[in-house]
């Protein structure tokens, strides 16, 4: 019995000892007093734990790109009155009836003026055939219109990642991000895409 009541006592021991916090008490963080003007007020429970707390601000992004108000102009134009757009130019590669169904509508939408559209059209058909050469372009096109030439460039070269092997979709891609670098005023870069478009 003494042996089982010794036990206990050093159990006990051990477990409250377990609980305690050491003294410290973590920094607090107030949000009630103005959350919607974005001022946050911190205050630390224990000023001796010589913690010290900053608040960090969010950096402002700033983008060179068209805004939504120059994209829902360029929805108004029709595509048969923009510049090289090539709508029916490249045949589907994909197998996938889905992916096809959806290269088909967003050609469509491209050609009524409605890039958004045809811009959701090409990301759902991205996301059910991820290889697919011909999503990639016919995306990075629709971006190239909508002014967003840095993703239409991203866009364009991940295709071409995927077209390896395929020399008319390789031509084509590079040929698109000629275009694009030349719209975005990298006429050097434009050169150098073209030159790699001419090696197929």
């Known amino acids: 019995m003494n042996k089982l009541s010794s036990m206990l006592v050093v159990t006990s021991l051990a477990l409250s000892g377990c609980m305690t916090t050491g003294g410290y008490i973590p920094p607090?963080?107030?949000?009630?007093?103005?959350?919607?003007?974005?001022?946050?007020?911190?205050?630390?429970?224990?000023?001796s734990s010589?913690?010290?707390v900053t608040q960090v601000y969010d950096a402002p992004v700033i983008r060179s790109q068209r805004s939504d108000a120059d994209v829902a102009e360029i929805q108004v134009q029709p595509v048969s009155?923009?510049?090289?757009?090539?709508?029916?130019e490249v045949p589907a590669s994909s197998q996938n009836a889905a992916t096809v169904?959806?290269?088909?509508?967003?050609?469509q939408q491209q050609r009524d003026g409605d890039l958004r559209k045809a811009q959701a059209s090409?990301?759902?058909?991205q996301r059910i055939d991820p290889r697919d050469p011909q999503v990639y372009y016919r995306l990075a096109d629709v971006r190239r219109q909508m002014g967003q030439f840095v993703?239409?460039?991203?866009?364009?070269?991940?295709?071409?990642?995927?077209?390896?092997?395929?020399?008319?979709a390789l031509k084509?891609?590079?040929?698109?991000i000629a275009d694009i670098r030349g719209e975005a005023g990298d006429e050097a870069g434009a050169r150098v895409a073209k030159q790699n478009a001419d090696r197929y």
């Open 101 to 107: 169904a959806l290269l088909d509508t967003a050609v």
């Open 50 to 52: 010589q913690v010290a």
């Open 122 to 125: 090409l990301e759902r058909a």
């Open 172 to 176: 084509r891609l590079w040929n698109l």
């Open 151 to 168: 993703q239409a460039e991203q866009v364009a070269l991940k295709g071409v990642a995927m077209a390896s092997g395929q020399s008319g």
């Open 28 to 47: 607090v963080e107030d949000r009630s007093d103005d959350v919607a003007g974005g001022n946050t007020r911190i205050e630390t429970v224990d000023r």
């Open 81 to 88: 009155e923009a510049p090289s757009v090539a709508v029916a």
